[in-house]
């Protein structure tokens, strides 16, 4: 709250998923060396969207 009024504040969640041998669904907050600079694409473009919104 700020002055009495709610304010609210974007947040950005980043996680990785992936299929696993069995083919269901995973995800993990981890992340391989050859995900880092997707990751950082990512965050960038989140923070441009949110910039503007």
Do not use: N
């Not at 980043?14 to 965050?43: C, F, N, Q």
């Amino acid at each position: 709250m700020k002055d009495g009024k709610e304010i609210e504040l974007p947040k950005v969640v980043l996680e990785v998923r992936y299929r696993d041998k069995t083919g269901h669904w995973r995800s993990t907050s981890a992340m391989t060396l050859r995900e880092i600079p997707k990751a950082i694409l990512a965050l960038q473009k989140a923070f441009e969207y949110l910039q503007i919104a």
